[in-house]
T-cell receptor
Framework: AQSVTQLDSQVPVFEEAPVELRCNYSSSVSVYLFWYVQYPNQGLQLLLKYLSGSTLVKGINGFEAEFNKSQTSFHLRKPSVHISDTAEYFCAVSDLPNDYKLSFGAGTTVTVRA | GAVVSQHPSWVICKSGTSVKIECRSLDFQATTMFWYRQFPKQSLMLMATSNEGSKATYEQGVEKDKFLINHASLTLSTLTVTSAHPEDSSFYIC?????????????FGPGTRLTVT
């Protein structure tokens, strides 16, 4: 079974500054990795995913993430944030042999200030 | 493409009554649907997995007689919270996984806020 650890519960950041959200996972099998964003009182929106191939994945809204197999990490980055990036961010892992279930991290609250 | 809707978006019910939440895949056939529960400021906890035409598989600790899940068609799954109590108040989110080409990804609905008074 896999587990997901998001190392930062809250990340305050100034507008136009870079941000990195850290995610580590543990799994005994190959996994698919995802980052989702959740705005208040809404469902989850997929930012990006890693399935295979290039370890640097680019997503929507200027986000990117890098898969590091040796460190079992999938950190999310954005070089310059906007006020509208204020939201909750979830890292998730899918263990395919386990019927595509997603295991979520605890989430990271990003607050962007002017 | 790959849009999932939920209805209602919010519902208030009295303690002891039942409430049904619908989850629909609007533009694809969902072979599997998932139901999650999210408490304020917390992550999503998987409640159950349902495949069309078969019984749902519940996660450990989830009462299957209280949270009835039906997945009667490839585009509709329902979650019925029976004899609801205030502790059942939560944000319920469904997701759907499609067939080939969409099989590796879950698409999430906008969620349903349930308040039990």
């Amino acid at each position: 079974a896999q587990s997901v650890t998001q190392l930062d519960s809250q990340v305050p950041v100034f507008e136009e500054a870079p941000v990195e959200l850290r995610c580590n996972y543990s799994s005994s099998v190959s996994v698919y990795l995802f980052w989702y964003v959740q705005y208040p009182n809404q469902g989850l929106q997929l930012l990006l995913k890693y399935l295979s191939g290039s370890t640097l994945v680019k997503g929507i809204n200027g986000f990117e993430a890098e898969f590091n197999k040796s460190q079992t990490s999938f950190h999310l980055r954005k070089p310059s944030v906007h006020i509208s990036d204020t939201a909750e961010y979830f890292c998730a892992v899918s263990d395919l042999p386990n019927d595509y279930k997603l295991s979520f991290g605890a989430g990271t609250t990003v607050t962007v200030r002017a | 493409g790959a849009v999932v809707s939920q209805h209602p978006s919010w519902v208030i019910c009295k303690s002891g009554t039942s409430v049904k939440i619908e989850c629909r895949s609007l533009d694809f056939q969902a072979t599997t649907m998932f139901w999650y529960r999210q408490f304020p400021k917390q992550s999503l906890m998987l409640m159950a997995t349902s495949n069309e035409g078969s019984k749902a598989t519940y996660e450990q600790g989830v009462e299957k007689d209280k949270f009835l899940i039906n997945h009667a068609s490839l585009t509709l799954s329902t979650l019925t919270v029976t004899s609801a109590h205030p502790e059942d108040s939560s944000f319920y989110i469904c997701s759907a996984r499609g067939g080939s080409g969409l099989s590796y990804e879950q698409y999430f609905g906008p969620g349903t806020r349930l308040t039990v008074t």
